[in-house]
């Protein structure tokens, strides 16, 4: 009788799978103590009813060890997509050990911290650039008194009225799935419902609930902008993270069986890619011009609301200059230097934020910290990734698109 033995590739890969159940049940079992760390999970259930409260100094040694593991593997003679795979898994494993101290008080820096869980550093902005964005914005607006109260003004009148929210935000999701799946195949069965609910410290959340399926939930703590609908229904849905996360579903945990990709914890450098992605999806699916006719031609009239949408995305696109401002603000509070209510001050003057929005954005740096560099810094890597080489076509971003979304890497694998 011919024995065939396991080639490289296949050993490698079988010991893969066992360290990835570990790295499942790990998380698992770190979600017990923090109950938002684990944002998705749609693995074998019986793994989350046996996971039990283990204290984090034994969970901490769990983590050393599964590292460990995972750096002795002998990755020779096995292909590019394992080496990728085990990479990956490593620096989970790494956020993982490097949260469960942070769960026991050892806390770093905004620095340490973003690169600990998300494995990156975002660029550095003064106040001094967003004095300059400042300027640039107050000669868009016209009128007299505060730049935040004319900005507000301005805005005021783009606001859609509360009872026609739902029919405008399903409007902006089916233009969205529409455009998406002229370029990915989507499963037949995939699908989301929405909710609306108060009392967030966010303005929408996509639940991933596997099997192609997703809860999108929309916080109406806030006036609800026209421009934002296409944004979260992009961010949120299609191309963003309720297609990310079944591609991944459909590709990597059914046909490559690799377990690790069923749980999704929140503060891990797959937060990177994800909320990168998601933020980037409105310019792969629309130029700004289309979105301008969209909004104009179809949510405008949905809305009951008129304006000269032009001019609006105009002043929109010089506010857009700010969003780096976050890291700032948030890196000074995370480390101590200003108070929550400097805090507050700061997104006022700076980012021209209302006081409730303001008061809510703080409470968001105070919950999630480091996370906020995903939003801005994610978006800007991961559009010099799909644009890289310049003058790139539709399809071709497309498609580095939704390699980056059916195969997942952290930042410093896909860092130009």
């Known amino acids: 009788m011919e024995i065939t033995l396991p080639t490289a590739t296949q050993s490698v890969n079988k010991r893969l799978n066992e360290l990835a159940q570990s790295y499942v049940k790990l998380v698992l079992a770190v979600g017990m103590h923090a109950p938002f760390y684990v944002d998705a999970y749609y693995g074998p259930e019986p793994w989350r009813k046996e996971c039990l409260l283990v204290p984090l100094s034994r969970l901490d040694l769990d983590g050393q060890r599964l590292l460990g593991e995972l750096d002795t593997l002998a990755m020779v003679n096995v292909d590019a997509k394992l080496l990728s795979r085990q990479t990956f898994l490593r620096k989970q494993v790494a956020s993982v050990g490097y949260f469960i101290r942070h769960l026991q008080g050892k806390r770093g820096t905004f ?23 400042l300027v640039e914005l107050a000669g868009l607006l016209t009128g007299k008194g505060l730049l935040a109260e004319r900005f507000e003004a301005f805005r005021a009148s783009f606001i859609v009225p509360h009872n026609r929210v739902p029919k405008v935000f399903e409007a902006a999701v089916e233009k969205a799935r529409l455009l998406t799946g002229a370029h990915i195949s989507l499963p037949d069965s995939e699908s989301f419902s929405i909710e609306f609910v108060n009392d967030k410290i966010w303005t929408a959340y996509n639940w991933y609930q596997g099997n192609y399926q997703s809860l999108i939930q929309l916080n109406q703590d806030q ?142 740096y105070l919950s999630n910290r480091a996370y906020v560099i995903n939003y801005n810094h994610g978006e800007q890597s991961v559009a010099r990734w799909v644009e890289r080489g310049g003058n790139t076509s539709p399809v071709e971003r497309w498609k580095r698109f939704e390699t980056l979304l059916r195969r997942p890497l952290t930042a410093s694998q896909f860092k130009l």
């Open 111 to 133: 620095e340490v911290e973003s690169m600990g869980l998300y494995d990156t550093r975002a660029d550095k902005f003064g106040l001094e650039y967003f004095d300059s964005v």
């Open 223 to 364: 006036p609800l902008y026209i421009e934002r609908c296409l944004e979260l229904a992009s961010h949120e849905g299609y191309p963003g993270h309720h297609v990310f996360n079944l591609l991944q579903e459909q590709d990597l945990v059914r046909s490559e069986q690799w377990i690790e990709y069923a749980i999704y914890p929140l503060y891990s450098p797959i937060s990177f890619l994800s909320e990168g992605s998601a933020n980037y999806g409105l310019r792969l699916i629309m130029s700004d011009d289309e979105v301008v006719e969209f909004e104009r031609d179809h949510l405008m009239p949905l809305a009951g609301i008129k304006g000269d949408i032009e001019h609006y995305h105009r002043v929109l696109a010089c506010y857009k200059k700010l969003a780096y401002l976050d890291n700032l603000v948030c890196e000074q509070l995370t480390d101590g230097h200003i108070s929550a209510s400097d805090a507050e001050c700061l997104l006022r003057n700076y980012g021209l934020y209302s006081e409730s929005r303001a008061r809510q954005r703080v409470k968001f």
